[in-house]
């Protein structure tokens, strides 16, 4: 029998997502739309759920069960549907070290709409009631590759002996083979043309137990790193030990140095980070970081001192994409913000500082075991503005600073446990003599501040 491939004569499916929930499980209608409708637009035709409802009904099914075989079987034909894809919450309370625990999963399973065939079934456990991308995206690329392998096969053109008989009228672009349609030729009435689907096996072996999903799953995959949450947040303790340098260029310097010790606060929100990964915004966020504390400063040789508060304030616009195509992919962000770090002393030679300036960063996160991730990242101060008792050291010339950070986290969603080693050295050199209040004043200053120790932090996301 001769095949030929007509691209032109496939049928595109058309699917409708239908979100149900069992055992008191979460409630995932929203979820499931955005997180299953939306990326599989790309590759099939959505039904709206409110259609196939209203075929389903007028089918005689129960509204309340249009999740089941039978309704969708039922309500194939009045809603043009050629699959179903089912996304069920479900609830269970599990006893966990003497404690009622209640777990909250998700089922999700892709129906043949014709013969009522489970094509494919996966449940995944949720971290919370609801759906998140690194749940949802690898069941989605399971199911476009379930449905699109019928979509791929060819058809055959087979000619056929002319029949006696009265055949109703075809449309000349389902009949006509390409070749012909090349020419212009139709074909003559010795040799119609029948156009028949050919199975190919694709469903062979889609019944329900066969199709699981074949693939592992990764330990901790789904209460483990979250790759792209919403909206983070972090509280926790800051330590540094800072060392101040000023020397001037002939000879002559000033010293400080001292731990300081403040409460440190961050936060991240991304709010289209639900949207298709393809889409330009997913990544899209802004971000808020900065710290408040005190520290006290030594003056003469009797150990009297002067307590002042320090704090920053960091704000800026964030960009974050995944850097593999894989579920549990590395991760960039840049980040562009404004900063502004204050550390006032009195009653010492070495003066107080403020800092302002915009800052350029970056931050790479990568998953590397279950539950843990490690970073790094860096930033970059340009055009520093410095004032407070600075404007002492005389006219500011080229002031920039830089910060590096290196860290861990321990996720248990929606939690983490976060440490992290920072250093942070702002530069600066100045014109003219000094008025520091010295014997001998110094003259073409260079500025050195440097601040190394760490943080440790208890952070929420979702």
């Excluded at 150990?303 to 992919?329: D, H, K």
Aim: aromatic share 8%.
């Amino acid at each position: 029998m001769p095949v030929v491939d007509v691209p032109a004569l496939r049928v595109k499916p058309s699917v409708v997502v239908i979100a149900t929930r069992s055992n008191g499980g979460p409630d995932l209608s929203a979820d499931a739309k955005t997180l299953f409708e939306t990326p599989l637009s790309a590759h099939v035709i959505i039904i709206p759920y409110d259609s196939y409802r209203a075929a389903a009904v007028a089918s005689g099914f129960n509204a309340k069960n249009l999740a089941d075989i039978n309704a969708i079987r039922g309500a194939a034909a009045a809603a043009h549907i050629t699959h179903a894809v089912v996304v069920e919450g479900q609830g269970a309370v599990e006893k966990e070290s003497g404690k009622s625990v209640k777990v909250n999963t998700v089922e999700v399973s892709l129906i043949d709409a014709d013969t009522g065939v489970v094509i494919y079934k996966t449940t995944r456990t949720l971290a919370t009631p609801k759906l998140t991308r690194s749940v949802s995206t690898p069941i989605v690329a399971v199911i476009v590759e379930k449905i699109s392998a019928p979509e791929e096969a060819p058809v055959a053109v087979v000619p056929v002996a002319p029949v006696q008989q009265t055949v109703a009228a075809v449309p000349v672009a389902e009949i006509i083979p390409p070749a012909a349609a090349a020419t212009g030729e139709a074909p003559t009435e010795s040799s119609p043309v029948v156009v028949t689907k050919v199975e190919t096996g694709a469903r062979g072996d889609s019944a329900e137990g066969s199709a699981q999903d074949s693939r592992p799953a990764l330990p901790g995959d789904l209460t483990d790193v979250p790759i792209f949450p919403r909206f983070e947040l972090r509280v926790g303790f800051l330590g540094l030990a800072r060392d101040g340098r000023i020397t001037g260029s002939q000879g002559g310097s000033v010293n400080y140095d001292g731990p300081m010790y403040a409460a440190n606060l961050s936060a991240r929100y991304f709010p289209f980070t639900d949207k298709a990964l393809t889409s330009a915004l997913h990544g899209v966020g802004i971000y808020g970081e900065g710290y408040a504390g005190g520290v006290s400063s030594d003056y003469d040789a009797a150990n009297a001192s002067n307590s002042s508060a320090i704090g920053s304030v960091e704000l800026g616009a964030a960009y974050r994409f995944p850097l593999m195509p894989r579920e549990r992919t590395p991760t960039l962000t840049f980040e562009l913000g404004y900063a502004y770090a204050t550390f006032p002393l009195s009653g010492v030679v070495f003066p107080g500082a403020r800092y302002s300036s915009m800052e350029l960063g970056f931050v790479v996160d990568v998953p590397i075991i279950p539950h843990v991730s490690v970073f790094a990242g860096g930033r970059l101060y340009p055009w520093m503005g410095v004032t407070g008792g600075l404007g002492n050291l005389g006219k500011a010339d080229t002031n920039f600073a830089v910060r590096g950070e290196i860290g861990g986290r321990y996720v248990i969603a929606p939690f983490e446990v976060v440490v992290s080693g920072r250093y942070q050295q702002y530069n600066g050199s100045f014109k003219g003599i000094t008025n520091l209040g010295l014997s001998s004043e110094l003259d073409g200053i260079d500025y050195t501040d440097r601040y190394y120790g760490g943080t440790l932090s208890l952070g929420y996301l979702f």
